[in-house]
C-alpha cells in the first residue's frame, strides 16, 4: 500500500539546509513566502532582494531569482528591478538593523514613491549576525552587547515602529504586523503575507509585512522561552495588525 503524503517540502525552496540557529523562526517565515509564491502562481517570476544579516544567504532558499544587496539597500536594489522588470514580482527579505537603521532612508522613500513591491521585514529587536549589538527596535531595559545595562530612553531613544511610519505614508497600499511563535499566529501571517503580495500583482503600490521573529542564541534564552518572551514583551510594544489596507482595511 502506497504511502500518503501529509506534507511536502514547498516547491518555492530549494534543498539547501538552512544555516540559522536553532529555534530561530526565519525557517518559519521562509516557508511561508516560499508557500504563497506557489499559491499565487508566479515562482518562475519572482525575484527575491536579499540583504545584510541573518537572511544574506536567501538566495539560496528562494527557488526562484535573486540578487543581492548591500546593507540597507535593498529597496533601491528592489526598486531598479521593478522599474526595469516591471512584470516580475519583487519583494525584498530585511531584518530589522537592516532595514531600520542603515537601511531606514531606502524603505521610507521607496514606501513614500509608492514602488509596487513587497517588503519582507523581520524584527526580532535584536542585530543577529554580528553579535547582538542593539538594534532601533530592541526595547528598553533589553540587554544586549553594546547595552550591557539595558536600552534605556535618555541614552538611545525609544524603539522605532516601523509599520506604524511607513503607514502614515500616502505611497502605502498595505502595512502589516504579523508574527510566528504560536500555530494561530502563523496562520494569521500566511494570510498576511499571501495578501501583500496580492497587491503587488494587482500593481497597487508598496507592501511591507512586519514578522515578529525570535533571537534565541543573541537573546540568550532556550527556543521556547524565547517564543514565549516575544508573546510577553514584544507584542506589547509592537501590537499585531493591519496598519493600512487601501481596499479598506485600517
Not at 531595559?141 to 509599520?163: A, D, F
Given at each position: 500500500m502506497a504511502e500518503k503524503i501529509v506534507y511536502q517540502k514547498s516547491a518555492g525552496l530549494t534543498g539547501k539546509e538552512l544555516h540559522y540557529c536553532p529555534g530561530c523562526t526565519h525557517g518559519i517565515i521562509h516557508k511561508l513566502v516560499a508557500e504563497t509564491l506557489v499559491e499565487l502562481d508566479v515562482l518562475q517570476k519572482a525575484i527575491v532582494i536579499a540583504p545584510v544579516g541573518c537572511a544574506v544567504l536567501a538566495y539560496e532558499y528562494f527557488n526562484c531569482d535573486a540578487q543581492e544587496a548591500a546593507h540597507g539597500r535593498a529597496p533601491a536594489l528592489a526598486t531598479g528591478v521593478k522599474r526595469v522588470l516591471p512584470d516580475r514580482v519583487v519583494f525584498t527579505y530585511q531584518g530589522d538593523g537592516d532595514l531600520a537603521s542603515i537601511g531606514a532612508a531606502e524603505i521610507v522613500h521607496a514606501a513614500m514613491r509608492g514602488e509596487n513591491i513587497t517588503v519582507i521585514f523581520v524584527?526580532?529587536?535584536?542585530?543577529?549576525?554580528?553579535?547582538?549589538?542593539?538594534?532601533?527596535?530592541?526595547?528598553?531595559?533589553?540587554?544586549?552587547?553594546?547595552?550591557?545595562?539595558?536600552?534605556?530612553?535618555?541614552?538611545?531613544?525609544?524603539?522605532?515602529?516601523?509599520?506604524?511610519?511607513?503607514?502614515?505614508?500616502?505611497?502605502?497600499?498595505?502595512?502589516a504586523r504579523v508574527a510566528v511563535h504560536k500555530i494561530a499566529r502563523i496562520n494569521a501571517a500566511k494570510r498576511s503575507i499571501k495578501k501583500a503580495f496580492q497587491m503587488q500583482i494587482e500593481k497597487k503600490g508598496f507592501s511591507m509585512i512586519e514578522v515578529l521573529s525570535t533571537c534565541p542564541t543573541n537573546w540568550g534564552l532556550s527556543p521556547v522561552e524565547a517564543l514565549n518572551w516575544l508573546e510577553h514583551n514584544m507584542i506589547p510594544v509592537y501590537p499585531l495588525g493591519v496598519y493600512k489596507d487601501i481596499e479598506g482595511g485600517a
Open positions: 524584527n526580532n529587536a535584536i542585530y543577529g549576525m554580528t553579535g547582538g549589538q542593539m538594534a532601533p527596535t530592541t526595547l528598553i531595559g533589553q540587554h544586549t552587547t553594546t547595552s550591557p545595562y539595558g536600552r534605556k530612553v535618555e541614552g538611545q531613544g525609544h524603539p522605532i515602529r516601523i509599520s506604524e511610519m511607513l503607514a502614515t505614508l500616502q505611497g502605502t497600499a498595505y502595512i
